[in-house]
């Protein structure tokens, strides 16, 4: 993805502390259920159409407090196509 050292386009895994999201689709994931105030580890593996794997960690803080939606869960939102 432009910026991120990923490819824009491949089989994308998401990893939130370690746990695997195996419910992530595409180049966009939302981790839902965050606590305020608390940091977490984010992992990107990509594998690219050749089957060449790269891969990203960041580390995120959410904010105090994080946004709730209709059901009162919390969420950050991280769009590693768009990461500059």
Known sequence: THGSGLPASGAYRYYLNGSY???AT???YTFTNLNP???YTIKVVVQDKA???AEQT???TTATPTVA???GRRF???NYA???
């Open 21 to 23: 999201k195996p419910e």
């Open 26 to 28: 595409g180049n966009r």
């Open 37 to 39: 105030s608390t940091q």
């Open 51 to 53: 089957g060449n794997p």
């Open 58 to 60: 960041i580390t995120v």
């Open 69 to 71: 939606d209709s059901k």
């Open 76 to 78: 950050i939102w991280y």
């Open 82 to 84: 768009n990461k500059r």
